[in-house]
């Protein structure tokens, strides 16, 4: 397998393959609690991309050094270091942050980052590190976004970004519902039955018929 | 408003009207992973309420007595809570195994667990670092014994849901559900229903 780890299949890997929303089912959280604004999807994208590109590439760099007994906390301690550096920034944006609020902390202990870290970076090169949290980082962000844009624009019937209205259905008699929590839940069983669909299509001679 | 029914309304309020997976989302992954069966719910809650309480209660002392005082609390806190929270998970795993050996077979493999479990990172992060308490129309002072009561309603609350959902979940399995929604989107659409439920209480207080 090692052979045909290209750098691009790295990085693609992250957006259907082993999406890490849909196909490994970590970091729901958050995904679930922030979708109902296409804005804060948006840098809470950002903000993941950067810190498991980021802590990806210290640990597998600094992999050789970790003693095996200690490494879980090692990586806690990585990742809460450029978790703060997130929240320290964010801070400067007071609107952007009180939306995400105690989401900014929880990454720290956001299983994408803990499970890339301990199932892939620790055993990997610097730069298959790097493409793995960017193509990670990418295929959790899409998902965000496919998510908010469907909750807020059937939601509230115009998706609004930095205070100016991008799109608008030019009604406001929509079903609140997706905006609400209950919305949230029915958006992700959705997509999730959408990739069922699309994995039983992919290989049709092994299902029943 | 008196103190005793203040703390009450504390309480009530962290664990069904702003319950921590139905209305805010915090920690959905041991949600949909242990559910599965209502005997591995059961254990996991106990854990749960048990680490959530004696880590927020070691942060509150962490927060107030190391962090604040040395005037670090705002570029450590990160750092400092998960630190605590992952040490006393070790700790509780090596008592309970020396002490109790029934209650190791009961809780043990859920304790490892905990430590990535982000409720007990939000709980103690919201009752103890001003600046993240939830919306609550409660008054809130950020004293030793309202974290700990607090975070005692944010823990009842996720048991409390776990074990109905178990035992939704368990029905389920029996039930004639569509193809591509069996597994993962049926128990999200359940989950939905349920949050539905929960919105009622959302009145309250002016949440």
Known sequence: MDKDRTMFGEFIKGFVRVNPLLVLMVGLCSALAISTKVESCIFMGLAVIFVLSCSNVIIASIRKFIPDQIRIPIYIVVIASFVTIVDLTLKTMPAVYERLGVWIPLIVVNCIILARAEGYASGATVPHALMDGLGIGLGYTCVLLIMSVFRELLGTGEIEMFNTTIISLGTKKMPVILILFPGAFITYALLSALLQWYQDRRKPKEGEG | ?207
Not at chain 2, 71 to 86: D, K, M, R, T
Not at chain 2, 118 to 135: Q, R, W
Not at chain 2, 175 to 192: D, E, L, Q
């Open chain 2, 1 to 207: 408003m008196n103190e005793a029914w203040r703390f009450f309304l504390l309480f009530f309020g962290a664990a069904v009207v702003a319950n921590i997976l139905l209305i805010r989302f915090i920690a959905l992954c041991p949600f949909f992973g242990v559910s599965n069966s209502l005997d591995t719910s059961l254990g996991m809650s106990i854990s749960v309420i048990f680490v959530m309480v004696m880590a927020t209660s070691v942060s509150w002392i962490a927060w107030n007595y190391v962090l604040q005082p040395l005037g670090v609390g705002e570029f450590l806190y990160i750092p400092a809570f998960i630190l605590v929270i992952a040490s006393l998970v070790q700790f509780v795993e090596m008592v309970i195994k020396k002490t109790s050996p029934p209650l190791y077979r009961a809780m043990g493999i859920y304790l490892p667990l905990i430590t990535t479990n982000c409720a007990v990172l939000a709980a103690a992060t919201e009752s103890v670092k001003p600046g993240f308490f939830t919306k609550l129309n409660i008054p809130y002072n950020y004293g030793f014994v309202e974290s700990v009561i607090y975070t005692l309603g944010v823990a009842v609350g996720f048991s409390l849901v776990l074990i109905i959902f178990a035992a939704l979940r368990e029905r389920l399995e029996l039930a004639p559900i569509p193809k591509f929604f069996r597994g993962v989107p049926i128990a999200f659409i359940t989950a939905a229903l349920f949050s539905l439920a929960f919105m009622g209480f959302a009145g309250m207080f002016n949440l």
